[in-house]
C-alpha cells in the first residue's frame, strides 16, 4: 500500500479510537469540518484547496492524505492542485516545498486507485 493510504487507513482507527473516549469532542470538529467545507460563497473544492495549502505549510501529512483524497475525490485537477502548493510555498518557505511534493505524491497515489 502507498504512504498516504496507510497514513489515512491507520489514522481513521485511531480517530475511532479516540472518539470512543471523547465522542463529543471527535462528534464536534466532525460537525465543524462539514460546516467549514460546505457550499458558501466559496466552493467546497476551493475550501479543500485552502486546506491542503494549510496542511501543507504545517506540515501535517495526515491532513496532506485526507485533503488530497477529498480533493482527488471532487475531480481537483493537477493544476489546480499545484497553484494552490505555489501559495503554500509562498506562505511557508523552503519547507513547504519539500511537503507540497509530498502533496503531489500523495494526489498521485489517489489519483491511480
Do not use: W
Not at 470538529?29 to 462539514?34: K, P, V
Not at 475525490?73 to 493544476?79: A, E, H, I, M
Not at 492542485?81 to 505524491?105: D, H, K, N
Amino acid at each position: 500500500m502507498t504512504k498516504f493510504k496507510q497514513i489515512t487507513q491507520d489514522l481513521l482507527l485511531n480517530i475511532d479510537e479516540l472518539a470512543k473516549n471523547i465522542p463529543d469532542v471527535i462528534n464536534q470538529f466532525s460537525r465543524l469540518q462539514i460546516a467549514s467545507t460546505n457550499d458558501g460563497a466559496l466552493d467546497k473544492k476551493t475550501k479543500e484547496l485552502i486546506a491542503v495549502g494549510i496542511a501543507v505549510a504545517n506540515r501535517c501529512d495526515g491532513c496532506i492524505g485526507f485533503h488530497t483524497k477529498t480533493l482527488v475525490d471532487l475531480g481537483v485537477t493537477k493544476q489546480e492542485l499545484t497553484e494552490a502548493l505555489g501559495v503554500a510555498i509562498l506562505m511557508g518557505g523552503g519547507p513547504s516545498v519539500m511537503y507540497a511534493t509530498e502533496t503531489l505524491r500523495a494526489y498521485n497515489e489517489f489519483i491511480d486507485k
